[in-house]
């Protein structure tokens, strides 16, 4: 593209949130072409023209740091006002109030502590590793669509890294819910336990690998709908490839 570097700078320099930024850079794109059409007309070649066009779009940061101030969110000027400390308590309620209000949900719709007592130390682990996974998701949503900040320090938290946890969770739940498994047969073919031993140990040892898939299912699901949010408001795939 003719004025890619050039829009690659002004966009290195807006704070504006997404859609808007991508509609200003469309507007701008189209402005630079009909400038550089304008000095055609007027005989200039190609090489002129598009200097010329440069020169009467020349780079301006008081005007894009105004324009910045202008497209502040709202919840941005909110928080703003708030003293410092204020503001990092309310922002750290904000992301981790909808983890509490999940693994509530969780506790009431499904036997979370009887998987937790029957997993043992793993389940915990896999609990601790999962919510973790979890958390920086909400961090993401809360920054993403609530906040509205799309500058590139923002959207640097878009890493691999909870899938990274929520793979971790998985494996956790099947190496745990494997060793519980062997433990069991191996004390049944010992002889140290019954048959209705065995039913009950084997129940038992699938609680990591239930408490990890879970986890793991919805820190996937959550971060697919983030990427699509994300696209919906046209935020490029070049600044979605954060570094894992």
């Known amino acids: 593209m003719r004025w890619r ?8 320099e807006l704070a504006i949130p997404y859609p808007e930024r991508a509609r200003f ?8 072409e009909t400038a550089f059409a304008l000095q055609r007309e007027q005989g200039l070649d ?11 779009f020349e780079f301006d940061f008081e005007a894009i740091a105004a324009l910045n101030a202008v497209h502040v969110p709202a919840v941005q ?21 909808p983890l509490l209000l999940l ?9 979370l502590a009887s998987f937790l007592r029957e997993g043992g130390a793993v389940s915990i682990v896999i609990l601790a590793v999962g919510a ?8 993401r949503l809360f920054v993403w669509f609530v906040l509205r900040d799309h500058t ?34 191996f004390a049944w073919s010992a002889g140290q336990i019954d048959g209705a031993g065995v039913k009950i140990g084997l129940r038992e040892s699938l609680s990591p690998i239930v408490v990890g898939s879970a986890f793991a299912t919805l820190v996937v699901l959550l971060h697919a709908a ?18 894992p």
């Open 46 to 56: 190609e090489v002129a023209a598009e200097q010329a066009t440069l020169r009467e």
């Open 132 to 139: 973790l996974a979890l958390l920086l998701q909400f961090e």
């Open 103 to 111: 693994l509530v949900l969780i506790s009431v719709r499904v036997p």
């Open 226 to 243: 983030l990427q699509a949010g994300l696209h919906a408001l046209r935020v490029p795939d070049e600044k979605k490839g954060g570094t």
């Open 25 to 32: 850079l469309d507007e701008l794109h189209g402005d630079l």
């Open 152 to 185: 590139a320090t923002a959207l640097r938290l878009n890493t691999r890294t909870p899938l990274y946890l929520a793979a971790a969770s998985l494996l956790l739940g099947v190496l745990g819910s494997s060793l519980g498994c062997y433990v069991v047969l």
């Open 77 to 97: 000027r909110l928080l703003a006002r708030l003293p410092g400390r204020s503001r990092s308590l309310l922002e750290s309620i904000a992301v981790g109030l």
């Open 5 to 12: 570097d050039y829009l690659q700078r002004i966009d290195a």
